[in-house]
């Protein structure tokens, strides 16, 4: 309903905006045809693209519209017009408008796919966007880097658009600020729908990006509001805020691995954004504070589970006198009537805080320049917990006064003040995201500018009845914030039905290549017991299992005269069950393509024996593994295990989101057992996560010259337990990094080398 | 008559404001009535101060006046009102008005003499101080810093006064932009009489800061509007604006030894303001351009000749990524419609590149980020001279373009832009200052933004005619800028009636100490031949010259048992001619006072025979000399020459700005001839001036440690010409820095050691 709406109203404004001239409509079905229309089209006028596939096609929608005649460039009908190939869309002059159309199937080789701007001397202003889809039009190489929306000019308008899938370098939307051009932009980024972003394994995967750290002195004047950000996981920001002014108001971030940051720039307003997190992710945050004088109000975080960098509000340690490009101070920030709702801990301060890495780090980069004259007012916080920690503060925090805040239980943070008091006050109804809770009525902080203060989350007005908190009154306007159906375009379906997965039984080696090659996305492939001869590598582009039809007898798949077992291809995700494979020495069990992996894949080995071949897995720079799992199998007489070490640029970029290596036995691995690497000094991303536990690793290591049997350089999340190394003739069997809390537990170790741990890691700046 | 126009002006703003309410006047005699005035006093009351001396007054004004009805504190007759001794004002609340007080015969204790706030809880907003004065109520202690008026909170004017005479370290105006009740100021500092500041001798001395590097991100915001500032000398800033959106409109900058300088923070707009120069000092500047995105037009430049950061238009070079306290690069500027006339090289660009200092500085010291998208178009450079170079480039300059400027001679500099057209444009009349030249029809360039200079230097519109330069039409308006009585307050003679000196003549010793306690600034005492055995210091607070009657019979001076023969005291401008001194090893022949030296001193000698000293000058730390000038006189059997090595804090201070030892004889000076000290790697002064020429040296240096003959570590002039240096038994005769241009010219050296140079030195860093 809610969507019709939308669409007439759409629909209402493009007729409408055309009243005072009639209109010229001219529909084109050819490239030369569209250009002669533009260059052709005056105030008013209307070029509308034939529904169908337009391939290979580089617009530039140039012209002069008036505020009430724009140059409308549209869909015949919005979706039904596919841009596929390499194709893009550039807009320059004033008063252009452009609606429905479909990015898929391709990328583009230009800097971006919608760009504001034809060249410096043809900038687009006064011109909008709307009801556009950019659909996993994404470089198949991670490593090379554009945008998909770039906004130059000023009042431009992007709205009610859906963009997702979008898993090369560099931010998804990008507003620029450089030259006078583009400043003071009130732009207008609303009402859209942010799909998924997966994990990119590296930085420069923000899903917004406004500014840089050259333009962070500008005036953006960006307006962010009702947008919905759905699993933007890219890296640690979600929104990075590069420039002064912005505004982020009424958007939703659902379960998106990382926070809105204020990373450069200054006095940004963010007011009543919602921010929900999981149980199951840790990675989830809120908003990370940096610079000075932001207004942070009216915000409600829900169930997020974030620390540090991730916290629900992170408040950040500046370096003095920081290089244009780091850490400025915080300075004169407002938290008010934010509520925080079952998060963890949620305010963390003086995050950053790095004196003790000074080992390792050049002056230029300690952050020891704590917040100062912050202000925390009028917030609430509500738990189920118990024990609950109200803040974690990792430097002093004399320079941030609290006033007026309520919590509903004791805070056992080792930080207390009389800023934060308790009180027991009850939820409306714990089984809903929003909570309007009772028994707040406390005298609130009245601090200099909060007067203009002056709605809730919700817009109930605070005149009439203020309180501590974000919501006020009445909660009715929340449902609708969280309804996807209001956000992003008027036809394109972000939930299509799923299709039934289906079994394949096989019993030979025939059956089972033609059953790899018919599957589809989700198939299930059981293998009779018995030998199957394999002399061609199996390639995977989407999710299949092949598991043995019963686990008493394991199939055994034996690979002859080939480079690869498996190869494993953007989107693969392979699971292994109950599943016996032997190889050659110079076969790979498992591999990536060597280029082109533009999309993550996954593989899961289960009860699966690996025996002679060269490496378990072996990968190629710009691929990226979301997750490897080995649990419950044995890996022997095999050359090495598996090869997650391919971006030594040392950029930050790594080859592997987590890494589960459980329950397993390796026997007679002659090199290494993995080799899993992040280089620089990055703090972008997850960083990467090792689970080794309850393995044990018998005479592995004799040829592995860097004399490590489990490399893990770089890698923040190391856990390494329980496990056994039993004569592995090797020197070290592991390099743990105390300064991210990695530290051996319960392991037994016989004749084999030690596990080291060094506090601080030098690394290679970024910057 | 303008001044009248003014006080009506004035009269009626006071009573006007107060028309809606009864006023209830309250006069004063007490501080405690003052104390209880303020107290009770409400919206639309006016306390009046009775006329008098009021000493060591600490005026607290706090109170709640409203727009229609502000709270009134004045003088019962402006200027009648003289606050002395430790006084101070201090305002605080909203609505608050102060007029006619006089600051004079003092100094305050507090960070301000005026300051717009009281503590913390207690700020200024809309609240105004006019038609004041502070004279001469400096700190005795040039190294103890303070302000003289302190600008917080918002919506503040301060208009029409009159401040002269601040010598001690701090910013004469200071705004303070810390917090956020500090921001968005709109302050107006407006028709005020910026009097002379004179040369302090190291940095700090600015007459104007707004903001600092630490809260140069804040939009401050300041309207700095028709103000005149005379011989505003204190350092290389005469405003240093450190914050956003400033304007700077119509001031005059009068033969002010210093630039307007952008020096931290963006978007400032510089518009319509006068820089005179003089023949007389190649110190006064212009604007010195640093940051973003700044509007630099209108601006009339005449006869300055200023270089480098002093050059009428300085764009600097940046620092990479700069730390926050230094240099940002140059972006996004525009200098347009500005007129440069009878300027030395009026384009400076690059300025501060300093790579080739790579081996004495830090990288974060380093300015190689050149100036981008940087605009110069549609400026006006007229000169009289036929050889003439309008540009100098420090750097490459392809970041900045140039479009339709005119020049009336051939432009000989290196660097050539088709942007800079020579015609042959005519001055109106070359004896005025203002000039509206003819000829100068040309297609100007339109850049963006740029229909927004609506108007010329005087306000005539843009749209009716529109031209090169900054003067479009009619230059009547000019005469009024130039006009001081248009500029302080209704009541204080900036220019009091001069006395005329008097010779006094004597001719022995008791008549010349009875002379030089009687003499008054401006007299001569004339000391016929003979001996004059003196057993007390002389000591001198004016300008008061000792002179021979006669050149064919000198007087002889003979000190005796005495620490110091003249004691030079604050504001002593000593003038000695053909005059014989004889002293004894204990005695310095001058010195100044060991602290309190508030005032800067001059020391002139001609013809003076200085025998058997302990120091020709000694002098204490924060002393400073405007001259010393040593001409034509002897020195010998003396232990040590001029001393002026007391700032070793190495924080840019120093102890003379101009030293003259020319056609003198040094012989038997036991240690060195002069120790000329300055430490610190500082940019904000003339950084001292040494002149040592055709003088003779011999036998000199014996007893020095440092086997130096001339100190002159870290002053930036130094001319080492045509002297002759003769059995000196030195190992170094001086140590001259390549870098500033110093070089030996046709000294003769005979069995005295060598002269050096170094390139590069290297100073601790300040910042």
Redesign the interface.
Same mark, same amino acid.
Do not use: A, C, I
């Given at each position: 309903m809610t969507r019709y709406l939308l669409l007439f109203c759409t629909l209402f404004f493009l007729v409408s905006c055309t009243e005072s001239t009639p209109v010229d409509v001219k529909t084109v079905t050819t490239e030369s045809e569209l250009q002669d229309a533009i260059k052709n089209a005056n105030g008013g006028d209307e070029i509308v693209l034939k529904d169908g596939i337009w391939k290979d096609i580089a617009i530039q929608f140039y012209g002069e519209g008036t505020k009430d005649n724009p140059i409308i460039l549209r869909a015949e009908t919005p979706g039904k017009v596919v841009l596929e190939g390499n194709s893009s869309l550039k807009l320059g002059g004033e008063y252009l408008e452009v609606s429905g159309l479909h990015f898929k199937n391709g990328f583009t080789t230009e800097n971006a796919v919608i760009r504001f701007k034809i060249d410096d001397e043809n900038i687009a202003y006064h011109s909008r966007v709307t009801d556009c889809v950019i659909e996993d039009f994404t470089n198949p190489d991670r490593d090379s880097k554009n945008h998909w929306i770039e906004l130059w000019g000023q009042h431009n308008t992007f709205d009610h658009n859906y963009i997702t899938g979008k898993t090369n370098q560099g931010p998804t939307l990008r507003v620029f600020l #450089? &030259? +006078?051009?583009n400043?003071n932009t009130y732009h207008q980024i609303r009402d859209n729908h942010f799909g998924p972003r997966p994990r990119k394994g590296g930085p420069r995967a923000e899903t917004m990006q406004i500014g840089d %750290? $050259?333009t962070s002195? /500008? *005036?953006g004047y960006v307006h962010v509001e009702h947008n919905y950000f759905e699993r933007c996981n890219g890296e640690v920001e979600i929104i990075s805020s590069k420039s +002064?002014y912005n505004t982020f108001k009424n958007n939703v971030f659902f379960e998106s691995e990382g926070s809105l940051v204020l990373r450069h720039g =200054? $006095?940004a307003t963010i007011d009543g954004n919602i921010f929900i997190g999981s149980d199951a992710s840790e990675f989830i945050g809120g908003i990370r504070v940096i =610079? /000075? &004088?932001h207004w942070i109000v009216n915000n409600y975080f829900y169930n997020l589970k974030g620390n540090e960098f991730r916290a629900p509000l992170a408040v950040m340690n500046g370096i003095p #006198? %920081? *290089?244009? +490009?780091?850490y +400025?101070?915080v /300075?004169?920030v407002?938290v008010a009537h934010n509520s925080f709702m079952n998060t963890n801990t949620p305010w963390h301060f003086g995050v950053g805080a790095n004196l003790s890495q000074a080992e390792v780090l050049p002056p %230029?980069e300690i952050r020891s320049a704590r917040a100062e004259?912050m202000i925390v007012a009028n917030n609430l916080i509500h738990t189920d917990a118990k024990e609950f920690k109200a803040l974690k503060t990792y430097d002093s925090i004399t320079g941030v006064t609290f006033k007026s805040n309520i919590i509903n239980v004791q805070n056992k943070s080792e930080y207390q003040t009389e800023g934060l008091i308790t009180k027991d006050v009850k939820p409306s109804d714990i089984t809903k995201i929003f909570q309007a809770p009772q028994n707040l009525d406390m005298e609130m902080y009245k601090g200099? &500018?909060f007067n203009q203060i002056e709605e809730d989350l919700f817009g109930n007005k605070r005149t009439d009845k203020n309180g501590i908190g974000a919501i006020v009154t009445s909660i009715e306007n929340g449902a609708a914030l969280l309804d996807t159906s209001n956000y992003g375009t008027s036809w394109f379906d972000t939930n299509p039905p799923k299709t039934t997965p289906k079994t394949i039984k096989v019993s030979n080696t025939s059956e089972l290549t033609k059953a790899i090659a018919e599957s589809v996305h989700g198939d299930t492939i059981e293998l009779s017991g018995g030998d199957y001869e394999i002399q061609e590598t199996y390639a995977f582009a989407k999710a299949v299992t092949l598991q043995s039809s019963s686990t008493n007898e394991k199939p055994v798949l034996s690979f002859k005269n080939i480079d690869k077992g498996f190869e494993l291809q953007p989107r693969a995700k392979l699971k292994l069950k109950n599943i016996v494979l032997k190889g050659e020495i110079h076969t790979d069990a498992f591999a990536t393509l060597d280029k082109n992996m533009g999309q993550s894949y996954e593989l899961w080995l289960d009860h699966v024996e690996i025996d002679g071949f060269k490496s378990v897995l072996e990968t190629s720079k710009a691929s990226f593994a979301d997750t490897i799992s080995i649990k419950n199998s044995v890996i022997q007489n095999t050359v090495r295990g598996i090869q997650l070490n391919k971006e030594t640029n040392d950029k930050g970029d790594y080859n592997a989101g987590f890494v589960f290596i459980e329950d397993s036995q390796f026997t007679n691995v002659g090199m290494n057992i993995l080799d899993y690497y992040r280089g620089g000094y990055d703090e972008s991303t997850i960083g990467g996560s090792l689970f080794v536990s309850r393995n044990t690793f018998t005479n592995c290591g004799i040829q592995e010259k860097s004399n490590i049997l489990l490399k893990t350089r770089g890698i923040v999340h190391v856990i390494l337990e329980n496990n056994t190394f039993k004569n592995n003739p090797i020197k070290t069997i592991a390099v743990l990094w105390g300064e991210k809390g990695q530290k051996p537990i319960n392991n037994t170790i016989v004749n084999s080398g030690e596990i080291k741990v060094v506090q601080n890691l030098k690394l290679k700046l970024v910057y």
């Open positions: #450089k &030259g +006078n051009e400043v %750290s $050259y002195m /500008t *005036p +002064n =200054n $006095y =610079n /000075t &004088g #006198k %920081s *290089p244009l +490009n780091r +400025n101070q /300075t004169d407002v %230029s004259r200099f &500018g």
